[in-house]
């Protein structure tokens, strides 16, 4: 709790100093057009008041792991400082950069561990340029109020892509063929080379992306079969089967969409590469923990699988160069030695379309977050939001209220409201977190400090901010 104290003591230090009188800044705009809505989820045709009770340039931005232009510039026209770095950093250095922001973009390298976080005094909020959150302690962050948002399906479509690619790579051995080109080989077979038609693919993990590929496939003539925990409404001709097991047994090609999880952990080890068919073949883009990757070159070994693409793996450099060595991962040397294996650096949603539009995604609910407390989208706090504002309610405040799930609290909180008039308020919670937005109107500059003060001295807070 004394961390999420500090988190918010600079920016509401800030915050009380400035008086009501201070209109938004010409620095403010409304996050780029593209989704129909202005900050705050108005559409366009009304006008969101842009609440600040702070300077956009105090707001310190920390951008890792080459996030798209796109989305740094729709912080920058903020007026937000905003510090890009193209490469992940390591432990000690993130430790040392990321005590001076309030929010910090990362892709799917940097590992926001307790450790780190317990350092991000004034972190307020974290963006995953990415769909996968798994690098983040997301129950630590909510626990201090820190809200994380990602983009859960702009690059579900460049994966599915990419895998449709990998199915015929491996089927006609275009990765060997491509290579010994290369050196100068011609060697023209079309022994175990085959069409993908009538050939069934097997996904494990029918969600954003293993559904994406289940359409694609199909209209290349192949039958699709699905194992996942849900019971989900199948595809085109595709078939959900009962267990993962069923599908190892039936498929030509297995490929894994499923979110990086302690159940998930080795999903496909020695004895699930057993159960598969012989002369199959093993695609993964999921994360590099849900292959046993040790037992996956012993079946290749052995004949059992005929072809495998790896687009994830256990441990990835920071930055681009010639890390992908046995100091990274013990087997790296054994994996590359492999005939008709694909290996490429976890670029399953690198394309410029999923990039550009991640980019905008994401930055737009980072915005939305820190200039009007709305947390739709985010993964890791409740998702509630207010309609804005208005640029004709002047002495409104919006108060947020970031708390324990105990007992008693919206009592105690509204006490406090109940001096002024309270024109709207919504409240959720997830777990043992709540977060409450009210906005309350006649609101005079003294005010803002006492209703922040109360609300920030009863034990239920985790943080509390007051826009206006
Ligand atoms: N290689 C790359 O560049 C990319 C990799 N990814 C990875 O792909 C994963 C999947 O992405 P989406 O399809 O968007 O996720 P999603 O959340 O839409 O779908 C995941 C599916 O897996 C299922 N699932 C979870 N645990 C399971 C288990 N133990 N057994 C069977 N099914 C299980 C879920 O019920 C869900 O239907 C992400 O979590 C991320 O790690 C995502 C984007 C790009
Ligand atoms: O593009 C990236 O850096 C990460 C892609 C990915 O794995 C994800 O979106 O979860």
Same mark, same amino acid.
Request: one cysteine or more.
């Given at each position: 709790?004394?961390?999420?104290?500090?988190?918010?003591?600079?920016?509401?230090?800030?915050?009380?100093?400035?008086?009501?009188?201070?209109?938004?800044?010409?620095?403010?705009?409304?996050?780029?057009?593209?989704?129909?809505?202005?900050?705050?989820?108005?559409?366009?045709?009304?006008?969101?008041?842009?609440?600040?009770?702070?300077?956009?340039?105090?707001?310190?931005?920390?951008?890792?792991?080459?996030?798209?232009?796109?989305?740094?510039?729709?912080?920058?026209?903020?007026?937000?400082?905003?510090?890009?770095?193209?490469?992940?950093?390591?432990?000690?250095?993130?430790?040392?950069?990321?005590?001076?922001?309030?929010?910090?973009?990362?892709?799917?390298?940097?590992?926001?561990?307790?450790?780190?976080?317990?350092?991000?005094?004034?972190?307020? &909020?974290?963006?995953?340029?990415?769909?996968?959150?798994?690098?983040?302690?997301?129950?630590?962050?909510?626990?201090?109020?820190?809200?994380?948002?990602?983009?859960?399906?702009?690059?579900?479509?460049?994966?599915?892509?990419?895998?449709?690619?990998?199915?015929?790579?491996?089927?006609?051995?275009?990765?060997?063929?491509?290579?010994?080109?290369?050196?100068?080989?011609?060697?023209?077979?079309?022994?175990?080379?085959?069409?993908?038609?009538?050939?069934?693919?097997?996904?494990?993990?029918?969600?954003?992306?293993?559904?994406?590929?289940?359409?694609?496939?199909?209209?290349?003539?192949?039958?699709?079969?699905?194992?996942?925990?849900?019971?989900?409404?199948?595809?085109?001709?595709?078939?959900?089967?009962?267990?993962?097991?069923?599908?190892?047994?039936?498929?030509?090609?297995?490929?894994?969409? &499923?979110?990086?999880?302690?159940?998930?952990?080795?999903?496909?080890?020695?004895?699930?590469?057993?159960?598969?068919?012989?002369?199959?073949?093993?695609?993964?883009?999921?994360?590099?923990?849900?292959?046993?990757?040790?037992?996956?070159?012993?079946?290749?070994?052995?004949?059992?699988?005929?072809?495998?693409?790896?687009?994830?793996?256990?441990?990835?450099?920071?930055?681009?160069?010639?890390?992908?060595?046995?100091?990274?991962?013990?087997?790296?040397?054994?994996?590359?030695?492999?005939?008709?294996?694909?290996?490429?650096?976890?670029?399953?949603?690198?394309?410029?379309?999923?990039?550009?539009?991640?980019?905008?995604? &994401?930055?737009?609910?980072?915005?939305?977050?820190?200039?009007?407390?709305?947390?739709?989208?985010?993964?890791?706090?409740?998702?509630?939001?207010?309609?804005?504002?208005?640029?004709?309610?002047?002495?409104?405040?919006?108060?947020?209220?970031?708390?324990?799930?105990?007992?008693?609290?919206?009592?105690?909180?509204?006490?406090?409201?109940?001096?002024?008039?309270?024109?709207?308020?919504?409240?959720?919670?997830?777990?043992?977190?709540?977060?409450?937005?009210?906005?309350?109107?006649?609101?005079?500059?003294?005010?803002?400090?006492?209703?922040?003060?109360?609300?920030?001295?009863?034990?239920?807070?985790?943080?509390?901010?007051?826009?206006?």
């Amino acid at each position: 709790m004394a961390a999420a104290r500090d988190i918010i003591q600079p920016l509401e230090n800030r915050a009380v100093s400035y008086s009501l009188s201070v209109s938004p800044t010409t620095t403010f705009h409304s996050p780029s057009a593209g989704h129909g809505f202005a900050a705050g989820g108005l559409p366009n045709r009304a006008v969101a008041k842009a609440l600040k009770p702070f300077n956009t340039e105090d707001i310190k931005i920390l951008l890792l792991e080459n996030v798209n232009q796109t989305g740094r510039d729709v912080l920058k026209r903020q007026g937000y400082q905003v510090e890009f770095l193209k490469t992940s950093l390591s432990e000690d250095e993130l430790i040392e950069k990321i005590r001076d922001v309030h929010v910090i973009g990362i892709r799917s390298k940097t590992k926001l561990t307790e450790k780190v976080l317990r350092e991000a005094k004034n972190l307020l &909020v974290i963006g995953c340029f990415c769909i996968g959150t798994n690098q983040v302690d997301l129950a630590y962050a909510a626990k201090n109020g820190i809200a994380v948002f990602n983009s859960p399906f702009a690059n579900s479509r460049s994966v599915a892509e990419l895998v449709i690619a990998e199915i015929i790579t491996l089927a006609r051995q275009l990765g060997d063929r491509s290579l010994e080109m290369h050196r100068g080989t011609w060697n023209k077979v079309s022994s175990k080379c085959w069409e993908i038609r009538g050939k069934t693919l097997g996904i494990v993990g029918y969600g954003h992306i293993g559904s994406q590929l289940s359409v694609l496939a199909d209209a290349m003539g192949m039958s699709v079969i699905y194992y996942d925990v849900l019971s989900l409404m199948a595809i085109g001709t595709a078939k959900q089967v009962p267990t993962l097991e069923a599908l190892l047994q039936e498929a030509d090609f297995v490929t894994l969409h &499923v979110p990086e999880t302690p159940e998930t952990k080795n999903m496909i080890s020695a004895k699930q590469l057993e159960q598969m068919k012989t002369g199959s073949y093993l695609i993964n883009a999921s994360r590099g923990t849900v292959v046993d990757i040790p037992a996956l070159i012993q079946a290749m070994r052995a004949g059992k699988v005929a072809g495998a693409a790896l687009d994830v793996y256990p441990n990835e450099p920071a930055a681009n160069g010639d890390y992908f060595t046995s100091d990274l991962n013990i087997w790296g040397e054994e994996l590359r030695s492999l005939s008709n294996i694909i290996l490429t650096p976890h670029i399953g949603g690198s394309t410029e379309e999923a990039q550009r539009a991640i980019g905008v995604e &994401v930055s737009d609910a980072l915005v939305r977050y820190i200039n009007q407390g709305t947390t739709i989208g985010s993964v890791n706090v409740p998702e509630v939001t207010l309609r804005s504002l208005t640029p004709d309610e002047p002495n409104h405040a919006r108060v947020i209220y970031i708390h324990r799930n105990v007992p008693g609290v919206l009592r105690k909180v509204n006490e406090i409201l109940a001096e002024h008039n309270v024109d709207k308020q919504i409240s959720d919670s997830k777990g043992d977190i709540a977060y409450l937005m009210a906005d309350v109107s006649d609101v005079r500059p003294d005010d803002i400090k006492d209703i922040h003060d109360s609300l920030n001295s009863l034990n239920s807070r985790i943080l509390t901010r007051v826009l206006y």
